[in-house]
């Protein structure tokens, strides 16, 4: 993480001995990919991971009809010759901005086949009356970064980068970015499409409840027939922290993290760890008494795989 100095690698030593002692498996690399293949649906190599359709069935408890993806509003900052691209989520849109949006957009490109939808949780979705050939990159994967270098490819490319360019100069346009420089507030630049896809079919899964909040969890848990036990417990804030390069909310998040794993190691009869890197660690009573495994400072460990692909940044804000 880059930000971290030396006075400030404290211990976590509930989250090292289970780094160092628990069992190891293989997943998918990334936090979308894990999710999906913990509910036990397959994605499929070359193609977006349909994550705008399942959150969509989770903020409106609605199956979409057709091809959705996410339409996250951006901040656009130019930085010599890069365009830096920013989340609203210090400064969403509020409901009535949000429907000044979708009706001018909706009305722009009427004859196009896209349509924004709104939903009640405040995100927004684009709706395609035909499947894009196009491959895109997570919101998570923009923020803070080059928008040119994370453009869509494909055979459809050159449409939806003229989309994006279209799109941010239809947001210039708007009152709601008049009222809000007017008041100081951030100003939407554009929307970001990501997450492709049609809602897939649901399979079997272990998990039957949900703690924390992520709305691609719970549009997976709406899809799971035959639900087992288990609880899943979805922690946001380190990931969130990552993409922002916030080393000190990152750190933060870490502590809070520690001070429930006594509890976690103490009541459940196993535990999986899940942190986006292609590994689960999983924990379980044995594990505790293999003390030839001997503990590694957390932030060494990952100073040794810093180059290691995935990782928090694979979250779609999804």
């Known amino acids: 993480m880059p930000g971290v100095e030396h006075e400030d690698r404290q211990t976590f030593p509930h989250l090292e001995m289970l780094l160092a002692r628990a069992d190891r498996h293989v997943e998918p690399v990334g936090y979308a990919n894990g999710l999906f293949s913990l509910f036990g649906i397959e994605v499929f190599a070359g193609a977006d991971i349909p994550t705008a359709a399942v959150c969509f069935l989770a903020d409106t408890g609605e199956a979409p009809q057709g091809f959705l993806l996410h339409a996250d509003p951006l901040q656009l900052f130019p930085d010599r010759d890069r365009l830096l691209a920013f989340d609203l989520d210090d400064d969403p849109l509020g409901s009535e901005e949000i429907a000044q949006l979708v009706a001018t957009f909706n009305a722009h490109f009427n004859d196009d086949g896209l349509r924004l939808l709104g939903s009640p949780s405040g995100r927004i979705y684009l709706h395609c009356d035909r499947a894009p050939s196009v491959r895109t990159q997570p919101l998570s994967a923009v923020i803070g970064r080059d928008l040119d270098r994370n453009l869509p490819n494909g055979e459809d490319q050159g449409r939806w980068r003229g989309l994006l360019n279209e799109t941010q100069m239809l947001c210039h346009t708007l009152e709601l970015n ?109 594990a505790a008494r293999r003390w030839w495994r001997r503990k590694r400072s957390l932030l060494d460990c990952l100073d040794a795989s810093r180059e290691a692909p995935g990782g928090p940044r694979d979250v779609k804000g999804l």
């Open 178 to 286: 008049r009222e809000r420089e007017t008041r100081g507030r951030l100003v939407l630049g554009g929307l970001w499409f990501s997450g492709g896809g049609e809602l897939p079919p649901g399979r079997r899964a272990s998990v039957t409840r949900l703690a924390g909040d992520c709305e691609l969890a719970r549009g997976l848990l709406a899809l799971c027939k035959d639900a087992g036990g288990d609880e899943l417990i979805v922690e946001r804030a380190p990931g969130r922290a990552v993409m922002r390069a916030d080393a000190r909310a990152w750190l933060q998040a870490l502590e809070e993290l520690e001070g429930r794993m006594p509890g976690l190691l103490r009541d459940c009869e196993a535990l999986h760890v899940h942190p986006g890197n292609g590994t689960v660690y999983c924990w379980h009573a044995r």
